[in-house]
């Protein structure tokens, strides 16, 4: 009888000091701390995939071009104001002094998933996005909105579609410029998606 008393008590000290060495389980890591990330930022349009050709009704071998439908998910936490670019990567104007934009458009509300085909060329939009102007040719007054993609005849140029997550609202009106919307974004960028496409014609 002694013998088992002794045995049941040296069992029960090996269990205890097995329990003692073993970790309590870890607590789940939070985002951002060592935890999954969220996804990322995607953009993608309807009319046309990633990569491919642009068609015709959103250029200037239309006669009537109007702004491609464009949609984008995974919303990064903190956005205040999406900013989207369009630019011919192609295109270097000046000599180095910046490629060529086709649609400027900041202040996307941060509830905003998509921009619809089709947007008036106004300045300022009905949900308060706006349109930055291209300065018209030969002097005459800015055009907000969409420029149509118009490359020489025969060539492949690339367009990219640079969506922009910022934790502001940009604090600029309707007179900014590419460089004055690219300067007030800087720092407050906290989420990109890109989208790069083609034209020929």
Known sequence: MRRITVSACLLLAAMGAALAQTPPPAAPAAPGRGGPRPPPLMLSSPAFQDGGMVPDKYTAASTAPVTPPLAWTNTPAGTQSFVLIVHDVDVVMGRGLGDNPHWVVFNIPATATSLPEGLPATATLTDGSVQMGRPGRGGAPATAGYFPFAPPPGFVHHYNFDLYALDI?????????????????????????VMETRFKR
Do not use: I
């Open 169 to 193: 609202k940009l604090p600029l009106d309707t007179s900014a410029s590419r460089a004055d919307v690219e300067k007030a974004m800087d720092g407050h960028v906290v989420g990109k998606a």
